[in-house]
C-alpha cells in the first residue's frame, strides 16, 4: 500500500508533508465546494466578477467553508496582489506597514486585496481605521468573520462592504470533498459505508475538519474496512461550535425557544440539549424558559410559571448533571402546554398608551381625599365601592377622563384563558347594562 505522503504533490517545497487541506486547495473559484449560492453566475459574488467590479466584502460563515480560500481566489480573478493579516496577531504597527504597502504598490499600477482574517477581532478605532484606504482605493478589504457582522463590526464598516454569507457544508458537499481527497491519495478510504458517513457528520460542515480526519483514517494501517464503531474509537468528534457570548449563542436560544413555541417537545430538548452539551449556564436556561412561559403561555397555562420556577430551583437545589433533568421537565412542558400572548400583546399596549398619555390624571372619583381641599377638589366623589354593588360590579370608568376606553387583553379560546375570555365579556356585558342604565 502505498505511503501517504509518497507523491511530488504532497511535498513541501522544502522537502517536509504538506497537509491534505493545502493540497487540495481549489485554484480556481469553479472548484469551491458548497458555495454555489454566492459564486455562480446569478449569485452576488459572481455577479461581481462578471461585471467586473469587485467591491469590499465581509465574508460571514462558520469555520472550513472556504473564507480564505474564496479570498485568495478573487485576488486571482482581479489581478491583485493578495495580503492576508489576521486580526489576532495583527495590532496598528503592522496595519500601517501593510497600508504603506499597499499605496507604493497602488503607484506601480497594482492594486492589493487585504484579506482580514477574524476581523470581528478588532476594535472600533481598528476598524476606522481602514475607512480612508478603501475610500481612496488603496485596498479591496475582503474580511472573514464567524460572528455576525451586524453585531460585530461598525456600522461604517459595514456600509462600505457587501456581507456575503457563506454557509457550513452539507453531508453532500462533504462527500463530494471526500471523494477528490481520495483522488489524491490514489485510492479509497478503508471506510464501510456506515463508518464513512460517521466521519463525515464528526467533521459538523467543516470541510477543513473532514481533511484532518481523512488524513488520520488514510495513515491507519488495517485490513479490510472499518464499521462505524472503530471509527468512533480511533477518531475524536469535532467540538460543536458554540461561543456562549457569540452568535452561536442567540441562534441556538432563538430555535429553543422557537421549538417551544411551536409546540415540538422534541426539537426543544434537542436545542436545550445542544447548548447544554456546549457548555452553555443551565441557570440561563432556566431564566430564558421562564420568560417563555409568561410571554408564549401566559395565564392559558398559570401552571407553567410554577412548573419552570420548581425547575429553576430544584436545579439549584441539586445542580449538574442531575438538576438538569429538572429544567427538561419544563421544557417539555412549556412545549405541550396551551399557548398565548395575550397578556405579553396587551401588556406592550398599555405600555405604549402609558407612554403617549402619561401626563392624563386618573378620574377623580377612584382618587383618596385625605385632605379637606382635596374633597373640596372633588377627590373621591361618586366613587362606587364595588363590593356594595349586588353583584360585586360597579362598572365605573378607571381610566383618564377623556380617554376612549382601548380593549387590550383579548384570551384566546385555548386552555384556562377560555375560562377568563368568559369572564372578561361578562363584565364587559355588565359594564354596558351599567352605563345603558
Same mark, same amino acid.
Given at each position: 500500500m502505498a505511503d501517504l505522503f509518497d507523491t511530488p504533490?504532497?511535498?513541501?517545497?522544502?522537502?517536509?508533508?504538506?497537509?491534505?487541506?493545502?493540497?487540495?486547495?481549489?485554484?480556481?473559484?469553479?472548484?469551491?465546494?458548497?458555495?454555489?449560492?454566492?459564486?455562480?453566475?446569478?449569485? &452576488?459574488?459572481?455577479?461581481?466578477?462578471?461585471?467586473?467590479?469587485?467591491?469590499?466584502?465581509?465574508?460571514?460563515?462558520?469555520?472550513?467553508?472556504?473564507?480564505t480560500t474564496i479570498a485568495r481566489l478573487l485576488a486571482d480573478e482581479t489581478d491583485l496582489a493578495f495580503v492576508q493579516v489576521s486580526a489576532i496577531f495583527t495590532g496598528v504597527p503592522?496595519?500601517?506597514?501593510?497600508?504603506?504597502?499597499?499605496k507604493l504598490r497602488r503607484t506601480n499600477g497594482k492594486g492589493t486585496l487585504l484579506f482580514v482574517d477574524e476581523i470581528h477581532r478588532f476594535n472600533k478605532a481598528q476598524q476606522d481605521g481602514f475607512l480612508p484606504h478603501m475610500e481612496d482605493g488603496t485596498i479591496l478589504l475582503v474580511g472573514a468573520t464567524t460572528e455576525n457582522p451586524s453585531f460585530e463590526l461598525n456600522a461604517a464598516l459595514l456600509s462600505r462592504a457587501q456581507v456575503i454569507?457563506?454557509?457550513?457544508?452539507?453531508?453532500?458537499?462533504?462527500?463530494?470533498?471526500?471523494?477528490?481527497? +481520495?483522488?489524491?491519495?490514489?485510492?479509497p478510504?478503508?471506510?464501510?459505508? +456506515?463508518?464513512?458517513?460517521?466521519?463525515?457528520?464528526?467533521?459538523?460542515?467543516?470541510?477543513?475538519?473532514?481533511?484532518?480526519?481523512?488524513?488520520?483514517?488514510?495513515?491507519?494501517?488495517v485490513e479490510g474496512t472499518l464499521t462505524r464503531d472503530q471509527v468512533a474509537q480511533r477518531l475524536m468528534r469535532r467540538a460543536a461550535k458554540?461561543?456562549?457570548?457569540?452568535?452561536?449563542?442567540?441562534?441556538?436560544?432563538?430555535?429553543?425557544?422557537?421549538?417551544?413555541?411551536?409546540?415540538?417537545?422534541?426539537?426543544?430538548?434537542y436545542w436545550f440539549a445542544r447548548m447544554l452539551e456546549g457548555g452553555e449556564d443551565p441557570r440561563f436556561l432556566?431564566?430564558?424558559?421562564?420568560?417563555?412561559?409568561?410571554?408564549?403561555?401566559?395565564?392559558?397555562?398559570?401552571?407553567?410559571?410554577?412548573?419552570?420556577?420548581?425547575g429553576w430551583q430544584t436545579y439549584e437545589r441539586l445542580g449538574s448533571p442531575e438538576g438538569e433533568l429538572a429544567l427538561a421537565q419544563a421544557v417539555v412542558y412549556l412545549a405541550l402546554a396551551p399557548k398565548s400572548n395575550a397578556v405579553y400583546?396587551?401588556?406592550?399596549?398599555?405600555?405604549?398608551?402609558?407612554?403617549?398619555?402619561?401626563?392624563?390624571?386618573?378620574?377623580?372619583?377612584?382618587?383618596?381625599? &385625605?385632605?379637606?381641599?382635596?374633597?373640596?377638589?372633588?377627590?373621591?366623589?361618586g366613587y362606587a365601592y364595588d363590593h356594595d354593588a349586588e353583584d360585586g360590579f360597579s362598572g365605573q370608568n378607571y *381610566? &383618564?377622563?377623556?380617554?376612549?376606553? &382601548?380593549?387590550?387583553?383579548?384570551?384566546?379560546?385555548?386552555? *384556562?384563558?377560555? +375560562?377568563?375570555?368568559?369572564?372578561?365579556?361578562?363584565?364587559?356585558?355588565?359594564?354596558?347594562?351599567?352605563?345603558?342604565?
Open positions: 504533490s504532497s511535498q513541501s517545497r522544502d522537502g517536509g508533508p504538506r497537509p491534505l487541506a493545502d493540497r487540495l486547495r481549489p485554484k480556481s473559484l469553479s472548484e469551491v465546494i458548497g458555495q454555489e449560492k454566492v459564486l455562480s453566475p446569478n449569485g &452576488p459574488l459572481g455577479a461581481m466578477l462578471a461585471a467586473g467590479s469587485l467591491s469590499s466584502l465581509i465574508l460571514w460563515g462558520p469555520p472550513g467553508v472556504g473564507k503592522e496595519l500601517r506597514k501593510v497600508f504603506e504597502a499597499a454569507v457563506l454557509e457550513r457544508l452539507s453531508l453532500a458537499d462533504l462527500e463530494r470533498l471526500a471523494q477528490r481527497a +481520495e483522488q489524491e491519495l490514489g485510492r478510504l478503508p471506510l464501510k459505508g +456506515e463508518a464513512r458517513e460517521a466521519m463525515l457528520e464528526m467533521a459538523d460542515g467543516d470541510g477543513r475538519a473532514l481533511l484532518n480526519l481523512i488524513e488520520q483514517v488514510a495513515a491507519w494501517k458554540y461561543d456562549k457570548s457569540g452568535d452561536e449563542h442567540y441562534n441556538l436560544i432563538s430555535a429553543l425557544h422557537k421549538s417551544v413555541r411551536g409546540s415540538d417537545p422534541d426539537a426543544a430538548l432556566a431564566r430564558r424558559i421562564t420568560r417563555m412561559a409568561v410571554e408564549d403561555i401566559g395565564l392559558a397555562d398559570p401552571q407553567a410559571e410554577a412548573v419552570c420556577l420548581d400583546t396587551a401588556y406592550k399596549a398599555a405600555r405604549a398608551a402609558a407612554r403617549e398619555t402619561g401626563s392624563l390624571m386618573p378620574p377623580k372619583h377612584i382618587l383618596n381625599a &385625605p385632605t379637606r381641599m382635596m374633597k373640596e377638589q372633588g377627590y373621591g366623589s *381610566f &383618564p377622563e377623556g380617554m376612549k376606553r &382601548p380593549v387590550w387583553y383579548l384570551p384566546p379560546e385555548r386552555g *384556562f384563558e377560555r +375560562e377568563l375570555k368568559k369572564r372578561v365579556e361578562y363584565f364587559a356585558k355588565l359594564r354596558a347594562k351599567r352605563h345603558e342604565g
